[in-house]
């Protein structure tokens, strides 16, 4: 069975690899917070991201439960950390990227056919779903929201360097041969080089990623918003 998330036990603590679209898979985040519960006390947690987003709601509560943990959580950006997925890499005590990762920052975005209340209710829960992202960019970083807001409407693409500059990342590493496999045609702002330099990489990633993919959550929630009176929100939960 695919998975986005992999989580491996070790000696001090675990390791948590999310190498996929987040709720890809019709696999929902609950999977992931029950298998970080069942490891119990740990000391530390490594968390390695190459992930494009997915699922605001999920990545949320993964974000809230990381930050949460009693462990000392590290994240290495193994080579992008896109949408939700640069939330989630904000729960990192340490964030670590090598020298050609790429972190990306921009606003919650959604799907929604209805009634104008319906389209205004989802313009709320955007609203609040980025003044949530805001804090988690804030706290790790301490720039003031102006600065924040502005870089996810620019939908922002940082280098290893400029994401340490602005605090989002701690460490920088040499470089690694980036791999993903992801449909990046939906960001309005793809760096030129990015796409130039996304290339397959080792076995690892190729049992966690799959090209043809269609997520599970995405073909329900298309089918949900389709049939007549469908609830707006339906189709709206991913980043």
Not at 17 to 43: R, S
Not at 53 to 60: A, E, N
């Amino acid at each position: 069975m695919k998975r986005w998330f992999d989580i491996r036990a070790q000696a001090r603590g675990a390791e948590i690899v999310i190498y996929d679209e987040i709720g890809a898979f019709g696999i929902p985040a609950k999977a992931f917070l029950d298998e970080l519960k069942a490891l119990g006390a740990i000391a530390e947690l490594t968390l390695r991201i190459n992930s494009p987003g997915g699922s605001v709601f999920d990545g949320v509560a993964i974000y809230n439960a990381l930050k949460r943990h009693d462990a000392r959580v590290t994240v290495w950006i193994d080579g992008i950390a896109a949408s939700i997925a640069s939330m989630i890499a904000m729960a990192g005590d340490e964030v670590v990227m090598p020298e050609n990762a790429m972190l990306m920052l921009h606003d919650p975005s959604a799907l929604v056919i209805g009634t104008a209340v319906d389209m205004r209710a989802m313009a709320d829960a955007l609203d609040k779903m980025k003044a949530g992202m805001v804090a988690a960019y804030r706290d790790k970083s301490g720039r003031d929201d102006v600065e924040i807001e502005a870089l996810m409407a620019a939908e922002t693409w940082l280098s290893a360097e400029e994401a340490v500059d602005l605090g989002l990342a701690d460490r920088i590493e040499q470089s690694v041969r980036m791999a993903a496999h992801f449909d990046l045609s939906r960001f309005r702002n793809l760096p030129p080089q990015l796409a130039a330099t996304l290339i397959r990489s080792h076995p690892q990633e190729d049992a966690m990623s799959d090209p043809n993919k269609t997520s599970s959550s995405k073909q329900e929630a298309a089918k949900t918003a389709a049939a007549p009176g469908a609830d707006a929100t339906a189709a709206a939960d991913t980043h």
